[in-house]
């Protein structure tokens, strides 16, 4: 519900650039149909949180993740659940964090026969490259693992 919220109000701003003043004319739609002009600077635009997330010369990122991975039922010791665990929870907090950083590629197909959906089908990418990852934490409980891992972005990594 709170992201279908979110959605309507996206929708319902639309957003104009004027170069000329360096400034960002915004048309706010009313659901009754009413709209509102006003003319604002983008940093007005952004909420709190979008400007906690740019990257800027004085300011980093902090991107923090929890991986879960679970142990195999059938293993030589309790050492090697552990090692899997763990390792699949590692890999899961990797793939995290490059959906964050990077975003996540949505491709879907469905096959519809007669009226109805015989098959739907969804698949996601997602392909970058994590450095500087450090494990924060580890627990296991029950033969769940859970690997907390963070990293820290520098406006000096990427290229201008």
């Known amino acids: 519900m709170k992201y279908f919220l979110l ?20 048309t706010i739609i009313c659901p009754s149909g009413s709209s509102a002009r006003e003319h604002v600077s ?9 400007r906690n997330l740019v990257l800027s010369k004085h300011r ?19 050492a090697q659940a552990y090692a899997m ?19 996540v590629r949505i491709d879907g197909q469905d096959l519809i026969k007669n009226m109805m959906v015989k098959r739907s089908t ?4 997602v392909q970058a490259m994590v ?7 580890t627990t296991y409980k029950d033969g769940l693992c859970e690997v907390e891992m963070e990293v820290k972005l520098f406006r000096s990594q990427f290229p201008q």
């Open 85 to 103: 665990a763990k390792r699949a929870a590692t890999a899961d907090a990797y793939r995290l964090i490059a959906e964050k950083v990077k975003g």
């Open 42 to 50: 983008s940093e007005k635009i952004m909420s709190p949180v979008k």
């Open 131 to 137: 450095r500087n990852a450090n494990i924060v934490e």
């Open 60 to 78: 980093n990122i902090r991107i923090s993740v929890t991986g879960q991975g679970v142990a195999p039922m059938h293993t030589a010791s309790p």
């Open 122 to 125: 969804v698949r996601t990418s």
């Open 7 to 26: 959605l309507a109000v996206l929708f319902s701003i639309v957003s104009v650039a004027d170069e000329s003043e360096g400034t960002k004319s915004i």
